[in-house]
């Protein structure tokens, strides 16, 4: 199953809502809305500085990776940003591809 990583920063109302309900619960609501589209979270990682969080997940697809984010964005809580992580053997696989292409200028 595709892993993902969602990245991203509560806005002032999802701070507020943090500070309330704490970390143990969002993690366990991220817990529940990636089960929802038949994924699995691996880990939730807090932060301060640029971003707010760090979440790593497998899902079945990029259709449940984008209905993930788009349930989250549409709250108006939190800014999120989601990044399709690969495996090194996927990496292997595709470096055996020799696709055509051209840089800009050559």
């Not at 704490?22 to 807090?46: C, K, M, N, P, Q």
């Not at 984010?69 to 809580?77: D, E, H, M």
């Amino acid at each position: 199953m595709p892993k993902y990583l969602f990245t991203g920063t509560f806005t002032a109302a999802g701070a507020k809502g943090l500070a309330e309900e704490g970390g143990t619960s969002r993690v366990e609501v991220i817990r529940d809305g990636f089960a929802s589209v038949g994924g699995t979270l691996e880990s939730y990682h807090f932060a301060f500085g640029s971003d707010d969080f760090f979440i790593i997940g497998e899902l079945p697809d990029n259709t449940a990776a984008a209905a993930l984010a788009l349930r989250t964005s549409s709250t108006g809580a939190v800014h999120t940003r989601t990044t399709v992580l690969l495996t090194p053997e996927e990496l292997d696989r595709a470096s055996g591809h020799k696709p055509s292409y051209r840089a800009p200028g050559a």
